[in-house]
């Protein structure tokens, strides 16, 4: 495990595995690394990637103080920075994917391939979970929410077929003042005026079913953003990205490796038409 310390004297934790060109590879609201440990292996072949426990999680500080995903992007430059990374490919899903907007379009010069998956705009623009599903989540009966999350981010056939471990449920040793400072950072995220200024080649992915994070997002974002692609998973929930790795991890490395060839390596890529897979 290795640290770096941002401007504000936050110790945050980040990992790297693999060799390659650098990917960033960012979790969801209070989440750590661990998200991704079902798919990261996918990406060895080509790329590095790089981790990080978002400050609240993991192995960071977790200073009881605002967070937000301006925040968390700034977090994420200081492990860059740390590394000498110049420029690196960024995937963020769920908060993750909100984080990444805010790196993509605060930081243009630091990002050159982007994608965003089962995430959203925020904001007034975005499209809401629905009343039925944010009741499932807060209910008190032992085990009853987590049961309705696994629902939310699997299908029944692969929760069936899969008894855990289940990574991305939340970091378990998060302080109940971290997760509460997480799901503010997540629900004050409003990029809408930003997305328009994202210059990096984008791909946003999002799983037909999402009912966590409505599937509707997915094309505001690839809307919104100039040149984005989009590419619909059918019979996905929100964890498309470990569930249908067979998919999404080879459909991500395209899309990197095809505007790694455009832009000749890691220049600036010339924007493309929309295309919806």
């Known amino acids: ?14 990992q790297v595995q693999g060799e ?6 960012l979790a969801g609201q209070a989440n750590n690394h ?11 072949a080509d790329r590095s990637t790089l981790t990080l426990d978002y400050r609240g999680t993991g192995e960071s500080d977790k200073p009881d103080m605002p967070y937000s995903t301006e925040v968390f992007a700034q977090d994420v430059i200081a492990v ?14 769920s908060m993750g994917g ?3 907007q805010q790196l993509a379009a605060r930081h243009p010069h630091r990002v050159r391939a982007l994608v965003l998956g089962c995430t959203s705009p925020g904001g007034p623009h975005a499209v809401e979970r629905d009343n039925d599903v944010r009741k499932s989540l807060v209910q008190q009966q032992p085990g ?3 049961q309705a999350l696994l629902d939310l981010m699997y299908t029944p056939a692969w929760l069936a077929a899969h008894p855990g471990p289940y990574r991305t449920l939340g970091d378990p040793d998060m302080p109940a003042y971290a997760q509460r400072r997480h799901l503010a950072a997540s629900n004050r995220h409003d990029a809408w005026h930003l997305l328009p200024g994202i210059s ?3 791909l946003v992915v999002h799983g037909s079913d999402d009912l966590l994070n409505p599937a509707a997002n997915a094309p505001l974002l690839a809307d919104r953003i100039p040149g984005a692609r989009l590419h619909m998973i059918p019979g996905a929930r929100h964890a498309y990205f470990e569930e249908f790795r067979t998919v999404a991890s080879p459909l991500v490395l395209d899309f990197l490796t095809t505007n790694e ?7 600036s890529a010339a924007q493309g038409h929309k295309i919806i897979y």
């Not at 495990?1 to 004297?9: A, L, P």
């Not at 661990?34 to 060895?44: C, E, N, S, T």
């Not at 060839?261 to 220049?267: A, D, I, L, P, T």
């Open 1 to 14: 495990m290795q640290h770096t310390t941002t401007s504000d004297g936050i110790r945050i934790a980040y």
């Open 20 to 25: 390659g060109a650098p990917l960033v590879l």
């Open 34 to 44: 661990h998200w991704w440990d079902g798919v990261r292996d996918d990406f060895h």
């Open 80 to 93: 860059l920075d740390e590394l000498g990374v110049d420029r690196a490919d960024v995937y963020g899903t």
């Open 98 to 100: 909100r984080v990444a």
């Open 144 to 146: 009853a929410a987590r």
């Open 200 to 202: 990096a080649p984008t």
């Open 261 to 267: 060839v455009e832009s000749n390596g890691y220049g």
